[in-house]
């Protein structure tokens, strides 16, 4: 590293070290690489807590889940879609929040009309904990921004309530270890709503993962690439919170939908673990374009000072040797991708569209015969038993109405949920550690541990339990 960087990202990285990290003790003054070598140390430490491990935890079954919902917003409004479906016999919906009164008013509604009367609240920044303090709530779905996430989660299971959180769950390393050490003192469940592990496409390959159709698995390329600008720019985001962190961030904003299903499919957490990554951003210019075209009443008309690449790339090297690539791209023209990547010795897929190789058929693509067949056979058994609900209810091809499912049904049955905080944790930290290392040109930024070494235990995936 160069002097000048050596200067220049030293300021910066102490002030990210403060914001970003959070971590307490890093925002140190003096110069030096010494000095930023100690703080990318500090990155990875545990941050000592006082309960004990929930890897595998099982809370007391519920009959009928009581779930309050914090946010209805884009996400939100149509997740209630998903908790209604399991009224009466698996879940109801005990109470409601949004700051904004309008979007109470229409759950609500929604929710009356099909026999369920939540409480509600509303109107302040703060209406939320009162709702959190009931004692008639048993799970809180959180789905408001980003900033929230850990505060409500935190919050809510102090409050003795099970949560689950929309992605990503934290944005600074010091929120993940809140994350972590809140759900072990409390001893409740802490799941980030991972949508895309549950994808039939997904949970296909899942399945071929681990009947060993890929032989070893070595690599896998991962993103999210999807055209936000009109969203970012417009009204669509209450009070346009997404593209405040592209203001200020340039990392992946944004890492959990590519990159949860190959956690899944590399055993991360249950055998191997995210070692170290290296991140890099392009250029800037689609936000800045963009944002000459728009209404020039909107506050973003003709602004330039957007810190965020088009397209972030980050390369992640796991514990066993394995490596990901991850993208991470909302501002281009380039058409919706997650890739959806895995290499392994015997076979290979790819998505968008979805295509198989595998060494018995030679060179190239099987052909849609044989990829048809390998669907059947492989077919994950969550798809194969509830496909003709999961495609009455929908959401995002199917995955949400999975999920919520997941959740509830787990919670009915007193079993460990499919996710848990140490998959929360692992998977949103690439936000922060991809912004240190962008901000330091590349550098590797060590993982912290969120399980304090017992991703070192091989552990089956909840998914392939039943
Ligand atoms: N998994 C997926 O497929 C998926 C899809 C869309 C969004 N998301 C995630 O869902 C979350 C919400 O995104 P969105 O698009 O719905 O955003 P949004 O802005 O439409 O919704 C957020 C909601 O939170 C409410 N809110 C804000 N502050 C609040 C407070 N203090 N108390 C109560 N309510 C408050 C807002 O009024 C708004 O209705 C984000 O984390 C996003 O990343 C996930």
């Given at each position: 590293m160069s002097n000048e960087l050596d200067r220049?990202?030293?300021?910066?990285?102490?002030?990210?070290?403060?914001?970003?990290?959070?971590?307490?003790?890093?925002?140190?003054?003096?110069?030096?690489?010494?000095?930023?070598?100690?703080?990318?140390?500090?990155?990875?430490?545990?941050?000592?807590?006082?309960?004990?491990?929930?890897?595998?935890?099982?809370?007391?079954?519920?009959?009928?889940?009581?779930?309050?919902?914090?946010?209805?917003?884009?996400?939100?409004?149509?997740?209630?879609?998903?908790?209604?479906?399991?009224?009466?016999?698996?879940?109801?919906?005990?109470?409601?929040?949004?700051?904004?009164?309008?979007?109470?008013?229409?759950?609500?509604s929604y929710l009356k009309e099909n026999g369920?009367?939540?409480?509600?609240?509303?109107?302040?920044?703060?209406?939320?904990?009162?709702?959190?303090?009931?004692?008639?709530?048993?799970?809180?779905?959180?789905?408001?921004?980003?900033?929230?996430?850990?505060?409500?989660?935190?919050?809510?299971?102090?409050?003795?309530?099970?949560?689950?959180?929309?992605?990503?769950?934290?944005?600074?390393?010091?929120?993940?270890?809140?994350?972590?050490?809140?759900?072990?003192e409390t001893q409740r469940h802490c799941m980030?709503?991972?949508?895309?592990?549950?994808?039939?496409?997904?949970?296909?390959?899942?399945?071929?993962?681990?009947?060993?159709?890929?032989?070893?698995?070595?690599?896998?390329?991962?993103?999210?690439?999807?055209?936000?600008?009109?969203?970012?720019?417009?009204?669509?985001?209450?009070?346009?919170?997404?593209?405040?962190?592209?203001?200020?961030?340039?990392?992946?904003?944004?890492?959990?939908?590519?990159?949860?299903?190959?956690?899944?499919?590399?055993?991360?957490?249950?055998?191997?673990?995210?070692?170290?990554?290296?991140?890099?951003?392009?250029?800037?210019?689609?936000?800045?374009?963009?944002?000459?075209?728009?209404?020039?009443?909107?506050?973003?008309?003709?602004?330039?000072?957007?810190?965020?690449?088009?397209?972030?790339?980050?390369?992640?090297?796991?514990?066993?040797?394995?490596?990901?690539?991850?993208?991470?791209?909302?501002?281009?023209?380039?058409?919706?991708?997650?890739?959806?990547?895995?290499?392994?010795?015997?076979?290979?897929?790819?998505?968008?569209?979805?295509?198989?190789?595998?060494?018995?058929?030679?060179?190239?693509?099987?052909?849609?015969?044989?990829?048809?067949?390998?669907?059947?056979?492989?077919?994950?058994?969550?798809?194969?038993?509830?496909?003709?609900?999961?495609?009455?209810?929908?959401?995002?091809?199917?995955?949400?109405?999975?999920?919520?499912?997941?959740?509830?049904?787990?919670?009915?049955?007193?079993?460990?949920?499919?996710?848990?905080?140490?998959?929360?944790?692992?998977?949103?930290?690439?936000?922060?550690?991809?912004?240190?290392?962008?901000?330091?040109?590349?550098?590797?930024?060590?993982?912290?541990?969120?399980?304090?070494?017992?991703?070192?235990?091989?552990?089956?995936?909840?998914?392939?339990?039943?």
């Amino acid at each position: 590293m160069s002097n000048e960087l050596d200067r220049r990202s030293f300021l910066k990285i102490s002030a990210l070290a403060g914001a970003l990290i959070g971590l307490p003790g890093l925002a140190c003054t003096r110069s030096g690489k010494t000095d930023i070598d100690a703080i990318l140390e500090k990155i990875s430490l545990n941050v000592p807590g006082t309960g004990k491990s929930v890897m595998g935890m099982a809370a007391p079954p519920i009959d009928q889940v009581k779930v309050g919902v914090i946010g209805l917003g884009n996400r939100g409004s149509g997740m209630i879609y998903h908790v209604q479906a399991l009224f009466p016999d698996k879940a109801t919906i005990t109470a409601i929040c949004d700051i904004r009164q309008k979007q109470v008013e229409e759950a609500l509604s929604y929710l009356k009309e099909n026999g369920q009367n939540p409480a509600v609240y509303s109107g302040t920044e703060d209406a939320w904990k009162e709702m959190v303090q009931r004692d008639d709530i048993d799970l809180v779905l959180i789905m408001t921004n980003w900033k929230l996430h850990t505060p409500m989660c935190v919050y809510a299971m102090q409050q003795g309530k099970h949560v689950a959180v929309e992605v990503p769950a934290a944005i600074t390393v010091e929120e993940c270890w809140q994350l972590v050490n809140t759900s072990e003192e409390t001893q409740r469940h802490c799941m980030m709503m991972e949508n895309v592990c549950y994808g039939s496409e997904e949970l296909w390959v899942l399945n071929m993962v681990k009947k060993g159709v890929f032989g070893t698995i070595t690599y896998a390329e991962a993103a999210y690439i999807h055209n936000l600008l009109w969203m970012l720019f417009g009204d669509s985001y209450y009070h346009k919170w997404r593209i405040r962190h592209h203001v200020k961030h340039d990392g992946n904003l944004y890492p959990t939908h590519g990159l949860g299903p190959v956690a899944w499919y590399m055993d991360i957490q249950r055998g191997d673990h995210f070692e170290y990554l290296t991140s890099m951003s392009s250029l800037q210019a689609s936000l800045t374009e963009y944002a000459k075209t728009v209404d020039p009443e909107n506050e973003f008309y003709n602004r330039t000072d957007f810190k965020h690449g088009d397209l972030n790339t980050s390369l992640i090297k796991t514990s066993q040797g394995r490596m990901i690539t991850l993208k991470h791209d909302v501002a281009t023209p380039r058409p919706y991708n997650r890739i959806n990547a895995i290499a392994g010795t015997m076979g290979y897929h790819e998505g968008y569209p979805s295509r198989l190789a595998v060494n018995e058929y030679g060179h190239g693509w099987v052909e849609e015969e044989v990829y048809r067949e390998y669907r059947e056979k492989y077919e994950h058994p969550i798809w194969k038993n509830m496909r003709v609900e999961i495609e009455k209810h929908g959401g995002h091809g199917g995955m949400d109405f999975v999920l919520v499912y997941r959740i509830i049904d787990n919670l009915n049955k007193g079993l460990p949920l499919d996710q848990d905080v140490y998959d929360a944790a692992a998977w949103s930290v690439i936000t922060p550690l991809s912004e240190i290392s962008v901000e330091l040109e590349g550098t590797p930024v060590k993982f912290p541990d969120f399980s304090r070494g017992k991703w070192q235990e091989p552990r089956e995936l909840q998914v392939f339990k039943r």
